[in-house]
């Protein structure tokens, strides 16, 4: 019920302004938006448009069986081929299975409009959580989006596997220690003797990527090792096994010094181990490589990949426990953040300088 | 329009049939579902409880903007962590974004009741398509489903990557065609001297099993070769690695006789390479593998997989396209068999008969 009070807060937009906007009485726009067949189709189209451009959400009660919410967990995301997304996304449709009520995936291709309309269809249907999921660009764009989507949404959007938009968006957030994982695996190559240790991951900009690049970078600094940015490869918007492999490939072109390899995902790490065996140098013998995610095919790669785990169905149950336990923001429990660690395999051996 | 009118059909539940059921006027079901707060509670309960027992939609025209339909394809499969799942649902995806409609996705578990739900709530949403996505165990009980389903939602709903239900069920398919892909992998096998072939696949009584085996039979039978029955081993549920571990390792503690592995997906296969190396089996060169599905990941294995391409993502394009095109059954255009074909790489060698 608190939801239902909070939607009624003031500054909503009303029956009353959209008929103003359409100029026409608010009985009308009672009958347009009640599929009364006396409304012109003219009186009809003025009250769609100015419904559209006031963004005005039918109250529920006229909508739908008794104006219940939907019992339904919105996942919205980029893409459903990412194992994270899978992940992620299976463990709300545990939490939901548990608790009666459905998962709907919901997928943009990192497209804005595409975010905003499902935003904008889930609350119309009254879902009861809207859970967006995964790395992001952090742009000004996306941090007004952000703020309309808490504005309409409360404490039912959940941001799952990114950072807080910032202090001024009163935004819940479950994610996990990206900064801490990457540093977990880079200074375990540190201590086994590599400095010259290469990292290949997503593009500079998006949250995943800058976090890695910021462990890794910590981790450099803590052992008192100059980072050479030629090493750093993060140009690749997609986080899938060609980044891994065109990275490798460009590192040998361009003749790089390069001892170990650090990816983003096991996935780029895949990409990685096929080209590294392509040029013949050995993992873990000439190069050590780590991962990151932990996937199940990590441990069936050649090597066995060493990489950093990742709890990504507790992020989806969380998120989803989150959206539904009606947490208000500033009662310190609108911000979790899961551990993460280094599983230790096969693909890291402690670093010999080769001769020549 | 056209699905409008079917929706008006004799037969369908009116708000005449709810009244007399919740013991109430017609005005007051109207009031009722309407949201008039007028309405005491007790009565609104006793309409939702009618409205339930009778599985009475509202008329989409007192539910939304100006009752159109939602302009939504879903995609309903068991788990979104199945490979095919996630390439089809692209292909949805991909169709549904070019046409302007959202994809949504919702998972089952294999639950009956989580995919009747699932289809009750779009159908309330009046959505443009929904799409029963992957193999399922063909029992009674699921082909009085499907009989329900395609009474409400008419060619709106589509069969993606199963059989048809049978010739009294008139539900839209788009299949690929299993039998024929495990045909020309098993052929294959066979037109390379192996004659002692295994097959590892899901559960017996699963569509996709089931055709994936007759293929297998089928090729057998045309080389004149005996199937043993000890060789198929296909009682997993879940076709994962796990499924292909573990059905190695029963054909090596049973010391079966053979030297060829057909599995049932890449992902099993994958399994079955792992335990192979565990047990000493070099592949291609002391046993043969062929998978199926043709994922990314194929031919990144070692060796790189042979297996059959199946055409995923196009699945899902072709199921959105025939949802959204009205398409009616018996016009000839109502079932659609998509190609399946082998990819050759390294994992199978013509067999040789070895010492002892």
Avoid: W
Wanted: charged letters at 20%; hydrophobic letters at 40%; a neutral charge.
């Amino acid at each position: 019920m608190s939801r239902a009070q909070s939607a009624d807060r003031p500054g909503r937009v009303t029956i009353r302004d959209v008929a103003q906007h359409a100029g026409v009485s608010v009985a009308t726009v009672s009958r347009a938006l009640a599929g009364d067949r006396t409304v012109t189709p003219g009186t009809l189209a003025k009250v769609q448009q100015a419904v559209r451009d006031l963004d005005y959400v039918v109250n529920a009660h006229a909508r739908g069986l008794s104006g219940r919410p939907t019992p339904m967990i919105a996942v919205i995301a980029t893409d459903v081929r990412s194992p994270f997304v899978q992940h992620v996304a299976a463990g709300v449709q545990e939490h939901a299975a548990e608790s009666g009520r459905f998962c709907a995936i919901f997928t943009t291709q990192g497209e804005a409009k595409q975010e905003t309309d499902a935003v904008r269809l889930m609350r119309e249907m009254n879902a009861e959580g809207v859970l967006l999921v995964g790395g992001v660009v952090d742009s000004a764009d996306y941090r007004d989006r952000v703020r309309g989507y808490v504005q309409t949404l409360g404490s039912r959007l959940v941001l799952c596997g990114r950072p807080s938009p910032g202090p001024d968006i009163p935004a819940l957030v479950v994610e996990y220690d990206n900064i801490g994982g990457a540093y977990a695996a880079t200074s375990y190559l540190l201590s086994a003797g590599h400095r010259r240790i290469a990292l290949i991951t997503g593009r500079h900009g998006f949250t995943t990527t800058d976090q890695r690049v910021a462990g890794y970078r910590k981790a450099c600094a803590d052992f008192g090792v100059e980072v050479d940015e030629r090493l750093i490869i993060a140009d690749h918007t997609v986080l899938d096994r060609t980044a891994g492999y065109l990275g490798v490939q460009r590192l040998l072109r361009e003749d790089a010094d390069f001892s170990a390899v650090f990816t983003g995902t096991d996935t780029i790490a895949s990409g990685a181990l096929t080209a590294l065996r392509e040029a013949g140098r050995r993992v873990p013998d000439d190069v050590s490589v780590v991962g990151f995610d932990d996937l199940a095919f990590a441990q069936e790669l050649t090597p066995p990949l060493t990489t950093v785990h990742l709890p990504h169905e507790e992020l989806g149950r969380a998120a989803a426990r989150m959206a539904l336990s009606n947490v208000q923001t500033g009662s310190g429990r609108d911000h979790v953040l899961l551990g993460t660690h280094l599983v230790i395999r096969d693909s890291v051996r402690p670093y010999v300088r080769t001769a020549g």
